[in-house]
């Protein structure tokens, strides 16, 4: 699928979805719910995983650098500083 | 407000780093924050392009991911009267950052949920143009290990979401889920096949 197709595609079910939620009368069932709930938590460990090792050889240190990443989110909540502390740990433990 | 800007400005100048150094053109960049306008789906659906999915895993993982909007807009439509042209707005701009705002305040008019949303939009987006500029410029982003920023982004998402015992544990199984599946399985189908058995798990647990 070219990207502006996926693009199209991705702009109906995030609209499509925005939408539903403000135009129809609905109620979910409970299970659903708490379904959505997690859907966030399972997505965004699923996208961390795969891509914490790298494709260099650099495993060690990348999972290093997430672990201390990892405190500093789990401390702080703060997005920005998660993203540098993690960036500047990796690039400090690969020059050692 | 401006706490909310200075929270999503870093995520949008970092999603357009990624964005260029996956290979998308400016343009292109510009165009997921312009028309789809939902940060997480947009930094994972770059992610599963470097990873090589094809379009259709992008748009499942984008949908899995967005459909959780389909709350926001029931729960903010009960408290705040609008037209069928306000939702059609108000329903493009809708984002987890507008729609907390908007309850929190006690958001009771359409347009100061649109107010939020839109300032919301034209932070993001111009945040875009300057992310997408100087991704254009890193002299060798291979070499820098930009590609790092994407791991330690979802991170940054996840671990505040973390404040149950259960919620730990399906981050864990989803996370140990997706690592073995992307052994064999190309392209998008481990985050779409742990995203969805990870929430059903979370869901079993909490019954």
């Known amino acids: 699928m070219s990207f502006w197709l996926t693009c199209l595609g991705m702009l109906a079910v995030t609209f499509g979805s925005r939408l539903a939620g403000l135009l129809v009368r609905m109620r979910l069932?409970?299970?659903?719910?708490?379904?959505?709930?997690?859907?966030?938590?399972?997505?965004?460990?699923?996208?961390v995983t795969p891509s914490v090792e790298g494709p260099r050889?650099?495993?060690?240190?990348?999972?290093?650098?997430?672990?201390?990443?990892?405190?500093?989110?789990?401390?702080?909540?703060?997005l920005a500083a998660t993203i540098a502390v993690g960036l500047a740990a990796f690039w400090l433990l690969r020059l050692l | 407000m401006m706490p909310l800007w200075l929270g999503v400005a870093p995520f949008a100048f970092a999603y357009a780093v990624l964005a260029?150094?996956?290979?998308l053109s400016l343009v292109e960049t510009q165009a997921l924050s312009l028309l789809v306008f939902a940060g997480s789906a947009q930094v994972s659906a770059v992610g599963l392009f470097g990873r090589g999915a094809g379009g259709l895993e992008v748009v499942l993982t984008t949908f899995l991911l967005n459909v959780r909007h389909v709350l926001y807009g029931m729960s903010l439509g009960r408290v705040v009267p609008m037209t069928r042209r306000e939702r059609l707005i108000g329903a493009y701009l809708l984002t987890d950052e507008a729609y907390g705002v908007s309850v929190a305040r006690g958001a009771r008019s359409f347009p100061f949920v649109l107010g939020t949303e839109v300032?919301?939009?034209?932070?993001?987006?111009?945040?875009t143009l300057v992310g997408a500029l100087v991704g254009g410029v890193i002299p060798d982003p291979e070499r820098l290990g930009v590609d790092f920023v994407f791991p330690v982004a979802f991170i940054a998402l996840l671990v505040p979401l973390l404040r149950l015992r259960v919620e730990v544990a399906v981050a864990i199984a989803a996370g140990v889920t997706a690592w073995l599946l992307a052994r064999w399985a190309p392209g998008g189908l481990p985050v779409l096949g742990a995203g969805v058995s990870g929430?059903?798990?979370g869901a079993w647990l909490t019954r």
């Open chain 1, 29 to 47: 069932p409970p299970f659903w719910l708490r379904f959505l709930h997690f859907v966030p938590i399972a997505v965004f460990a699923a996208l």
């Open chain 1, 57 to 78: 050889g650099e495993g060690g240190i990348r999972v290093a650098a997430a672990a201390l990443a990892g405190v500093v989110a789990w401390r702080t909540r703060h």
């Open chain 2, 20 to 23: 260029r150094n996956t290979g």
């Open chain 2, 119 to 127: 300032s919301l939009f034209l932070v993001w987006n111009a945040t």
């Open chain 2, 199 to 201: 929430a059903l798990l």
